[in-house]
């Protein structure tokens, strides 16, 4: 079922894919002062355009050729792991006037930053952006230590027009994804066992109900699964090329 997904892209209000540059699909999602176009590099790897802006997320140079993409006038860090924190992509992307912004455990390797803690927001080049705490509660490295502790990572909602999108970074369904309202896009990380189960991401969508849901950095684990755990909510699970 969720192969059809790659192909049919409708859904009310929204508007369908895109070819983006080379092999990147988009889609573009129509807000109240212009379309947001939402590129999938891959992985935890995203690319947004909105109002003349280019704003690329966890940019990784393991997947992309990022000579070849826009500048950057906004990159976020959500954390500090390498498939996230890249300095040779930032490098690449950054120009004088790059607005960086990351949570405090990636300071040492991103020079002239902005740190947001958990909880924090700000607004950059007209785009607000508030910082939502990422973290694991139950799958954890074998010294009991959380794949991802709390206090640490961040996953970041940014309002475009009338529309909030929420890029969750490397998280399990805590408390304060489930308490989070009006998304109109969700990116929700489904990848063993560092992150989670499509059972968890389900149960998470269904707190706090997107009106689309992207799964994203699933690795290996099977996006069919959240399709069939969804399919009897009004939630648009679209699966894209984000392994």
């Known amino acids: 079922m969720y192969d059809v997904l790659l192909l049919i892209f409708v859904f009310t209000g929204f508007a369908g894919a895109v070819l ?3 092999e990147f699909d988009s889609d573009v999602l129509p807000t109240s002062t212009g ?3 939402m590129t999938f590099i891959g992985h935890g790897t995203l ?3 909105f109002d003349g802006k280019v704003i690329h997320v966890d940019p990784w140079a393991k997947l992309a050729d990022y000579t070849e993409l826009p500048k950057a006038d906004l990159i976020l860090i959500t954390h500090e792991h390498r498939d996230h924190l890249d300095p040779a992509a930032i490098r690449t992307l950054r ?3 790059t607005v960086i912004l990351h949570s405090a455990s990636c300071a040492e390797k991103v020079q002239d930053g ?6 924090q927001s700000t607004t950059a080049l007209g785009i ?3 910082a939502v705490p990422a973290y694991n509660i139950r799958h954890k490295r074998d010294t009991g230590k959380p794949f991802h502790p709390p206090r640490v990572g961040n996953g970041y909602i940014l309002t475009f027009g009338d529309k909030r999108v929420y890029v969750a970074g490397d998280t399990e369904n805590t408390p304060e994804m489930k308490g989070l309202e009006h998304i109109d896009v969700a990116f929700l990380p489904l990848n ?7 059972e968890m991401v389900a149960d998470a969508a269904r707190a706090f109900k997107p009106r689309i849901l992207y799964p994203y950095h699933y690795g290996d684990t099977d996006p069919g699964r959240l399709v069939e755990l969804l399919k009897d909510t009004a939630i648009d699970v679209r699966v894209r090329r984000l392994r």
Do not use: E, S
Request: net charge negative; glycine share 4%.
């Open 192 to 198: 063993l066992p560092y992150t989670m189960t499509p």
């Open 35 to 37: 379309d947001l176009t």
């Open 128 to 130: 607000d952006v508030k």
């Open 114 to 119: 902005t740190i947001l803690t958990n909880g």
């Open 95 to 97: 120009t004088p006037n």
């Open 47 to 49: 690319m947004f355009r």
């Open 20 to 22: 983006a540059q080379d």
